[in-house]
């Protein structure tokens, strides 16, 4: 995948740790192939959703679309960029060299 998508959103709290693991669920559950949701991480007070894409116009609209009226979405930010992955490599491919 060429790009990625990183949804950001404050997060302090076992509450809001459980928001954004339902949050991404979400998203596994529902964003069309080829896109791959990559996990999470949490520090400094934010949550980051990784999303690996070839699209990202057509992913940034599925977003959208799932999680319009999802609470976190309101103070969710959304960036892009070009994927660190060399151009081929799958995301499940990476992980399995990273262990």
């Given amino acids: 995948m060429r790009f990625q998508l990183v949804l950001q959103c404050p997060a302090v709290s076992l509450h809001d740790y459980d928001e954004i693991i339902g949050l991404e669920d979400l998203l596994i559950a529902k964003l069309s192939d080829p896109n791959h949701v990559d996990g999470h ?8 959703v990784f999303v690996f894409t ?3 116009d057509g992913t940034l609209d599925e977003v959208r ?11 969710l930010t959304i960036a892009g960029r070009q ?15 990273n262990h």
């Avoid at 994927?83 to 060299?97: D, E, F, I, R, Y």
């Fill in 54 to 56: 070839d699209d990202p």
């Fill in 83 to 97: 994927s660190v992955l060399p151009c081929g490599t799958s995301t499940k491919h990476a992980q399995a060299g």
């Fill in 41 to 48: 991480d949490f520090g400094s007070g934010k949550a980051n």
């Fill in 65 to 75: 679309t799932i999680l319009s009226g999802h609470r976190l979405w309101p103070n």
